[in-house]
T-cell receptor
Framework: ETGVTQTPRHLVMGMTNKKSLKCEQH?????MYWYKQSAKKPLELMFV???????ENNSVPSRFSPECPNSSHLFLHLHTLQPEDSALYLC??????????????FGSGTQLSVL | DAKTTQPPSMDCAEGRAANLPCNHS???????VYWYRQIHSQGPQYIIH???NNETNEMASLIITEDRKSSTLILPHATLRDTAVYYC????????????FGKGTKLSVIP
């Protein structure tokens, strides 16, 4: 148990659906992250939030929309996805953004399949 | 961030030490070396990190060469639960907070 919880663990959706991924951290951290891991590819950083402000956005298509209502919760809203968006979506948190204590704590991820 | 090179796969007998190498020949003076691992179907797990000196914690030891161009992660007594992909990452503290994961080393611990 890492203190970072992601739901759901598995999600199957059609290309016209709208769904949301949820991440919650119980560690008192100030920074939260979304990563994407496609099959046989390295992890790709998607978004970073620090104290509920988005600080990094790595050229992610607009069909992915993040939301950070407070420092403990992070959402990834999905709409009109493509089959190539099927991947493991990982949430992570760290005590601060860019600080000296730089360990990332990851959740178990949501395995997304887009049909 | 400096690029890292790791062997794609390694085997280790259960109970023996697992030594995972990493080359980072373009590392700069203020870049730390981080190690994470990812067990199948789980998120990556932090193991250890260091700058110049060797480091040890309850999970592993990190040996960094004097010129800092390579490092070795040591799992002193590998168990079957240590089977995972191990990532060596070098990043700049002062730069963008991007933890760039490569392909890592797939460690298989064999009974």
């Amino acid at each position: 148990e890492t203190g970072v919880t992601q739901t759901p663990r598995h999600l199957v959706m059609g290309m016209t659906n709208k769904k949301s991924l949820k991440c919650e951290q119980h560690l008192g951290h100030n920074a939260m992250y979304w990563y994407k891991q496609s099959a046989k590819k390295p992890l790709e950083l998607m978004f970073v939030y620090s104290l509920e402000e988005r600080v990094e956005n790595n050229s992610v298509p607009s069909r992915f929309s993040p939301e950070c209502p407070n420092s403990s919760h992070l959402f990834l809203h999905l709409h009109t996805l493509q089959p190539e968006d099927s991947a493991l979506y990982l949430c992570a948190s760290s005590p601060v953004y860019g600080g000296t204590n730089e360990k990332l704590f990851f959740g178990s991820g949501t395995q997304l399949s887009v049909l | 961030d400096a690029k890292t090179t790791q062997p794609p796969s390694m085997d280790c007998a259960e109970g023996r030490a697992a030594n995972l190498p990493c080359n980072h020949s373009t590392i700069s003076g203020n870049e730390y070396v981080y190690w994470y691992r990812q067990i199948h179907s789980q998120g990556p797990q932090y193991i250890i990190h260091g700058l110049k000196n060797n480091e040890t914690n309850e999970m592993a030891s990190l040996i960094i060469t004097e010129d800092r161009k390579s490092s070795t992660l040591i799992l002193p007594h590998a168990t079957l639960r240590d089977t995972a992909v191990y990532y060596c990452i070098v990043r700049n503290r002062a730069g963008s907070y991007q933890l760039t994961f490569g392909k890592g080393t797939k460690l298989s611990v064999i009974p």
